[in-house]
């Protein structure tokens, strides 16, 4: 079985570039088709992939602006032509699913988001510091995204969601059924320690959106040590607002962030996010979570057993948890095998069967007539 990989963009670091790594695993001869890439700023084990992208590659600073054009990147997926190949799959948290393939391939989309700063543009824009006239200008060019996004779900032929919040909003956003396959979390490298130290830890890009504002300011209040693993465009902000008792440790070494995860009191995740890795990276350390009660929080944080919700994104509802938190109360063996739960060989399992039970009906089915009606959109 030929396969093909699609990506947004790899220019940075995260959970979706986590994911790309281990489908490239379950299928090392397939191609990585993307926009733009910079081999600098991913996983160096990117570069014994076969990645090609696309005409953006040479526009000037793309690699680290590529926000700015936004606009293009409807077009170059839907100019983007991928053939000779039995399965296509997109990792996609924005257009990528929109490629266009033959009837005989099967494309199956794992959905990290629908396009978050198109269909949650309100919340997106309100942690970004844009002017208000400026967020009026942009709005028909989200009305024009919006329907774009609409059109490149029809060339889909399955989607697969990481959450059931995200199965949710395919649903509500495409019209579309999913399956719910959560992403694949290493966690057989992590494991807890002996010893325990008196710090809350934040592990995240320092982007708005994360609301690590919140942890920051709430820590500051309260007068309690935070160490902020990550780095990001937020950085000099929450430097602003933070007190003495709260230390940035800048990016660090997968061993350093381990040894931190194991050894804190407790994990602060204070965004809503789509699923998020590093709680159960956390819980896989044997260490307790104190999240925002939404979004993938709610499907990986057993509440009063691995972790606590704060139920409102503000420091007074954070506040609240943090300062009657007492961290003896969790069971460092529970928290493991509750993150067991997503671990990559149940996720390898799971995708594989689904993508080869797929591609078989996909097969006896003929479905070039209704294969063609779906892509054949936009």
Known sequence: MKVALVHDWLNQMGGA??????????????????????????DEDFREKHIRTSA????????????????LFPTVFDRMRIEGFDVVISNASAF?????????????????TPTRFVWNAAAYLARENIKPALRLAILPLLITLRRWDRVMAGRVDRFVAISKAIAARIKDRYGRDSEIIFPPVDVDSFAPSTEVDDYFLVVSRLAPYKRIDLAVAACT???????????????????????????????????QVKHHLARCKALIFPGEEDFGIVPVEAQASGRPVVAYGAGGALETVGEGRTG??????????????????????????????????????????????????????????????GAIASKAGG
């Open 96 to 112: 990528c699913k929109g490629v266009r393939t033959p009837a005989s391939s099967m494309h199956v989309c794992y959905c990290l």
């Open 56 to 71: 953006m590659q040479k526009l000037p600073g793309v690699l680290t602006r590529h926000r700015w054009y936004l606009p």
């Open 221 to 255: 209040k309260l007068g309690l040590p935070l160490k902020v693993i990550g780095s990001g465009r937020d950085s000099e902000s929450l430097r602003s607002i933070a007190g003495p008792s709260v230390e940035f440790l800048g990016r660090l070494e997968d061993a």
């Open 308 to 369: 606590e919700f704060f139920r409102n994104p503000t420091v007074d509802s954070l506040m609240g948890v943090l300062s009657r938190f007492d961290d003896s109360r969790y069971s460092p063996r529970e928290m493991k095998a509750n993150a067991q739960r997503f671990s990559e060989a149940v996720f390898t399992d799971r995708f594989t069967r689904f993508v080869e039970t797929a591609r078989s009906e996909h097969e006896r089915s003929g479905s070039a007539v």
């Open 17 to 42: 570039e986590r994911v790309l790594l281990t489908l490239g695993s379950m299928y090392p001869e397939a191609p990585i088709f993307t926009s733009i890439y910079g081999p600098d700023l991913v």
